[in-house]
């Protein structure tokens, strides 16, 4: 889908100052906000446009880069056009969203910069968390293992003391000509790997590297009402980059576990409530689990198994606002089991009753049976 222009999404002039901008974003959120607009994906689409375009027009080195480049010039500093600004909250939380961009991860190392600076990696954690925490939010200590920068030489891949000289091979270029056949060929140079620099005396601590593996414990703000698929990015906080580029991010990727007795579906969470028979046909009062505790659920007379019981509110308040949604209680009839002679009995008595009243009881089975009689009856030639 081609991205709007993010001038037109604020309805700002090009020329428009940073008060602008904001009063402009601010009129916009307030209009398009999930909390005004709940059920409504044109309000939550728009209010993410205003929300990215807001990202890059805030900030002056973004609406530069967007200024001269177009999206191509910000995409991947505003989380590659799903990302979700505003709000930001502690714990290094910057923001989240739920699309799907595979090719942030498992990508060859970072970008290259000048001087020979690299982007670190971005790094993908896997969080598995109970629906009970994905709901209310919960603050998650992780333990992540990265590449950071190496403290015995701070990235300069040399032991401290001894010197550097200027790549032999490539005299300080980084790059190499290789005549192929007809062709000359620019490549990174072999021997520095496009550093431009030989170390004489490899650092002790990182062998050279200016990185180092270590793993550090990050507590990760979890926001209310998650879902699986939704990710957290944590600025700065992947992997370190090479000659001085920046860290790359850490996206914590959520996934909810199974829980024992709800499912959820978006908002909506669904259950199945066992019924007895008694119950079922007189009617009566349920007491089903909802996440905030157990309610009572009426249920009419004659309720027939399978049926579903939507409580309005009880399901899940979704991350990007609006209204929470439903529990469904679906109600099993179950059928009794132990039953002694006597009860038994009872229940001969009590079916014998029912077909001597000549009353059509079975509003399911009576139609069934006209179903497949119906069906043999076409079978016949
Ligand atoms: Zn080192
Ligand atoms: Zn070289």
């Not at 990265?146 to 300080?172: I, M, Y």
Request: some cysteine; aromatic content about 6%.
């Amino acid at each position: 889908m081609a991205k709007k222009d993010y001038y037109e999404v604020l309805g700002v002039d090009r020329s428009a100052d940073e008060k602008d901008i904001k009063r402009a974003y601010r009129r916009l959120a307030q209009k398009y906000h999930p909390d005004r607009n709940p059920d409504d994906d044109s309000a939550a689409e728009k209010f993410r446009e205003v929300s990215d375009a807001y990202e890059v027009l805030s900030d002056q080195q973004k609406r530069a880069a967007y200024d001269q480049f177009g999206h191509a010039g910000v995409d991947g500093q505003a989380g590659g056009g799903g990302g979700f600004g505003g709000g930001a909250g502690a714990g290094g939380f910057s923001d989240i969203f739920g699309d799907v961009f595979g090719d942030i991860f498992g990508g060859a190392g970072g970008r290259r910069g000048p001087g020979g600076a690299m982007r670190g990696s971005d790094l993908r954690y896997n969080l598995e968390i109970e629906l009970e925490e994905a709901v209310a939010g919960t603050n998650v200590d992780i333990r992540v293992p990265r590449l950071v920068e190496c403290d015995r030489c701070h990235g300069d891949s040399a032991e401290p003391g001894t010197s550097k000289h200027t790549c032999a091979t490539c005299n300080g270029m980084g790059q190499v000509r290789m005549q192929q056949g007809f062709f000359a060929v620019q490549q990174t140079c072999p021997t520095c790997h496009g550093q431009g620099e030989t170390v004489d005396t490899p650092c002790r601590k990182c062998h050279g590297e200016g990185r180092v593996q270590e793993s550090r414990t990050l507590s990760v703000k979890i926001p209310a009402g998650v879902d699986t698929g939704d990710r957290i990015r944590l600025n700065g906080e992947g992997e370190a980059g090479v000659n001085g580029g920046p860290a790359g991010d850490l996206y914590v990727q959520v996934a909810i576990k199974a829980h024992a007795i709800f499912e959820r579906d978006g908002r909506d969470l669904y259950c199945e409530v066992p019924i007895n028979f008694v119950d079922a046909t007189l009617g009566g009062e349920l007491e089903v689990p909802t996440l905030d505790g157990r309610v009572k659920l009426r249920i009419p007379t004659e309720t027939q198994t399978g049926k579903l019981f939507r409580l309005r509110g009880k399901g899940v308040k979704p991350v990007r606002g609006g209204a929470p949604g439903d529990l469904m209680c679906k109600v099993v009839l179950e059928t009794p089991v132990n039953l002694n002679e006597e009860q038994k009995e009872l229940l001969r008595r009590f079916q014998q009753s029912l077909d001597d009243t000549g009353t059509r009881h079975s509003p399911r089975k009576s139609n069934w049976f006209d179903g497949v009689k119906k069906f043999f009856d076409d079978m016949r030639p």
